[in-house]
């Protein structure tokens, strides 16, 4: 039997809330396309990536490990083609015509960085793993495809200080036919449209959409869309951190230095993010309609999801920078084979993008990848099953202190509104964020954070994590159990001498690390 077509949809930075299928609070859109997939297909609830930045999110997706197993827990360096065997890799070794069309920030070598005059064509090892290419960057400068398509972006990036600023937003004077999301989708139908009348082999498709990670932009016609939709301050925004670990303390500063932001300012990054969102959903109803069109769409394998969330607003926080919080870490994910899913069901069990792997590998009937950590989700996509599967876990940061209330004397001229030169919401990076976990069930979500206090939430009562309750004394058992399950999760990624005692601690900080900030800085 003819194995489906794969359509790996992947948005880059949009948080599970940002959808009506998920968030009928505030700041949602509503989706007239994405909706068609939890129709036929299976949405699940609780799906989490397993670090909440792009390389390692994507990495890790695509080889169906854990960050810790990887060994890819920042984004730089880039570039795991050649290095490993992934998903994409054993698709085109049983038979898939590969593709990637949009951003990748895993497979490649690093862009070129700020200098546009700089030519960039990917690496043979990438041109390995997939037969066609289209590439696409987000950031102030892109790739010579986007140039080509979307030739008014770069020169409007670059012409607008504001977007290199905390909380900048713009609204862009174009269409939403000529985004960079719409060129990205062009891009698909045309190769897409050139394999199926050429050939009856099937395609796998990594169609990985920029949007909507900033900078924020969108375009003037669905930035007015925006005024229709219910938009306001998250619920969590005035959230009371005395309680949090430092790190989120010294972050909310970060992010509000020299303010109050004008309110006018946030609710605009909102409604150009929500604006990103929407045109996203605009652009896959034309991707959903030509496979139709061309009678595709009963036999591909259709996955949406994201990298990872942006906070925008949500506890004066923006962005993801290693948070672990919902609006940061928690994605969107649907399924949908027509015929084969079950349509309009929903999946309470909390699940993890390193779980699609073994998953695709189940429905295509093939052996999954070489030490696969994830689980096969397929029985609760085929069968009406319950999974087997009672936590997640996300990972973030790296060994040694994180950042506290002390190191903002280390940041005495940031400002919010300043331009960022060396040290922007990256830098302090992910170094500073200390080893950080969070173990996620159905119904709590344990943070812990190297030497900084536990954040405990209830997700199933208070989704915008707005009361911590760690240190209530009847919470103790449920940060136990949650802690213990992450011990155990560690503990199957390394290796130890069988006779070997492992303290708590030292599980859950297994590779160490005792350099201060100030360490960290004086070597830059």
């Known amino acids: 039997m003819r194995r489906p077509n794969i359509l790996l949809i992947q948005t880059d930075q949009q948080k599970a809330s940002s959808l009506d299928l998920y968030n009928r609070d505030v700041n949602y859109i509503k989706t007239e396309h994405i909706s068609q997939l939890a129709e036929e297909g299976v949405v699940f609830d609780n799906t989490y990536c397993p670090y909440p930045l792009c390389v390692p999110s994507r990495t890790s997706m695509m080889c169906g490990q854990y960050p810790s197993t990887t060994g890819y827990i920042g984004n730089e360096p880039c570039g795991m083609a050649g290095k490993k065997m992934t998903l994409f890799d054993l698709l085109k070794s049983v038979g898939y015509r590969t593709m990637l069309v949009g951003k990748d920030h895993a497979y490649g070598l690093p862009r070129p960085?700020?200098?546009?005059?700089?030519?960039?064509?990917?690496?043979?090892?990438?041109?390995?793993?997939?037969?066609?290419?289209?590439?696409?960057?987000?950031?102030?400068?892109?790739?010579?495809?986007?140039?080509?398509?979307?030739?008014?972006?770069?020169?409007?990036?670059?012409?607008?200080?504001?977007?290199?600023?905390?909380w900048g937003a713009e609204v862009a004077p174009w269409s939403?036919?000529?985004?960079?999301?719409?060129?990205?989708?062009?891009?698909?139908?045309?190769?897409?449209?050139?394999?199926?009348?050429?050939?009856?082999q099937p395609f796998a498709c990594w169609l990985s959409i920029s949007d909507p990670h900033e900078p924020y932009q969108a375009p003037r016609d669905m930035y007015e869309r925006m005024e229709q939709e219910r938009i306001g301050f998250y619920p969590n925004r005035d959230s009371d951190f005395s309680n949090r670990a430092e790190y989120m303390q010294f972050f909310q500063w970060f992010f509000n230095a020299g303010g109050p932001i004008p309110e006018e300012d946030e609710l605009r990054l909102i409604?150009?993010?929500?604006?990103?969102?929407?045109?996203?959903?605009?652009?896959?109803?034309?991707?959903?309609?030509?496979?139709?069109?061309?009678?595709?769409?009963?036999?591909?394998?259709?996955?949406?999801?994201?990298?990872?969330?942006?906070?925008?607003?949500?506890?004066r926080l923006l962005q993801k920078f290693n948070c672990t919080y919902n609006g940061s870490a928690k994605v969107p994910l649907i399924v949908s084979w027509p015929g084969r899913t079950q349509g309009q069901k929903r999946v309470k069990t909390p699940v993890n993008l390193v779980d699609l792997p073994a998953t695709i590998c189940s429905l295509l009937g093939i052996d999954p990848l070489p030490d696969d950590q994830g689980m096969d989700l397929s029985p609760a996509l085929l069968r009406d099953r319950v999974l087997d599967k009672k936590y997640t876990v996300i990972e973030s940061g790296v060994p040694g202190p994180g950042l506290t209330c002390k190191d903002i004397q280390n940041f005495s001229t940031h400002k919010y509104n300043i331009i960022p030169k060396k040290r922007n919401a990256y830098d302090p990076p992910h170094r500073y964020a200390g080893r950080t976990y969070a173990v996620c069930s159905e119904r709590y979500k344990l943070i812990t954070r190297e030497g900084q206090c536990n954040e405990l939430y209830n997700v199933e009562q208070d989704p915008w994590e707005i009361e911590n309750l760690a240190q209530k004394p009847d919470m103790k058992e449920v940060v136990e159990e949650h802690l213990l399950y992450l011990v155990k999760h560690l503990t199957d990624q390394f290796v130890y001498p069988a006779d070997t005692k492992i303290a708590p601690q030292d599980a859950l900080y297994p590779l160490g690390g005792d350099k201060s900030w100030d360490e960290c800085a004086a070597e830059d």
């Not at 939403?176 to 009856?200: M, P, V, W, Y």
């Not at 959903?288 to 591909?300: A, M, Q, S, Y």
């Open 113 to 166: 960085g700020a200098n546009p005059a700089e030519k960039w064509t990917p690496p043979k090892e990438m041109k390995a793993v997939f037969d066609d290419i289209y590439t696409a960057w987000h950031g102030m400068f892109h790739s010579p495809d986007t140039n080509r398509d979307c030739p008014k972006l770069e020169p409007f990036l670059q012409a607008h200080d504001s977007l290199s600023q905390l």
């Open 176 to 200: 939403t036919d000529e985004t960079q999301t719409a060129a990205i989708c062009n891009a698909f139908i045309d190769l897409a449209g050139k394999h199926s009348r050429s050939s009856s």
């Open 271 to 315: 409604k150009v993010y929500l604006a990103m969102c929407k045109n996203v959903d605009l652009q896959l109803g034309r991707v959903f309609d030509f496979l139709k069109k061309k009678g595709l769409w009963e036999d591909t394998l259709v996955i949406f999801t994201s990298d990872h969330g942006d906070l925008t607003g949500e506890h």
